[in-house]
């Protein structure tokens, strides 16, 4: 069973940034979809950034260019890093992983979640 721990979260101010930090322990997917979301207060949880195990990401239009997924395989840590941040983007973030999917802008997609991490930013 896999676990995922969040961390890097905390305040900024707009047009800063700010990394995320998901480590993976216990078994883990030879072929597997990783991806980060978000969710603010009253809103529906949204797909910010994901990556599967051939490589592939992918972001949504509210973060291109302005967030970078990326993940160490070695030491099993999925990374968002966030620049240019806007108030916009206060959300508590999550970190989820599964088997390869089509779709990792899509919470149905994925059934193991970590406990999130607030991002606040203020302008």
């Known amino acids: 069973q896999v676990q995922l721990v969040e961390s890097g979260g905390g305040s900024a101010q707009a047009g800063g940034s700010l990394r995320l930090s998901c480590v993976a322990a216990?078994?883990?997917?030879?072929?597997?979809?990783m991806a980060w979301f978000r969710q603010a207060p009253g809103k529906e949880r949204e797909g910010v950034a994901g990556i599967d195990s051939y490589g592939s990401t992918n972001y949504a239009d509210s973060v291109k260019g302005r967030f970078t997924i990326s993940e160490d395989n070695a030491k099993k840590i999925l990374y968002l890093q966030m620049n240019s941040l806007k108030p916009d983007d206060t959300a508590m973030y999550y970190c989820?992983?599964?088997?390869?999917?089509?779709?990792?802008?899509?919470?149905?997609?994925?059934?193991?979640w970590g406990q999130g991490t607030q991002v606040t930013v203020s302008s």
């Open positions: 989820a992983t599964d088997v390869w999917c089509i779709g990792t802008m899509t919470p149905r997609n994925f059934r193991t």
């Open positions: 216990g078994y883990t997917y030879s072929h597997y979809s």
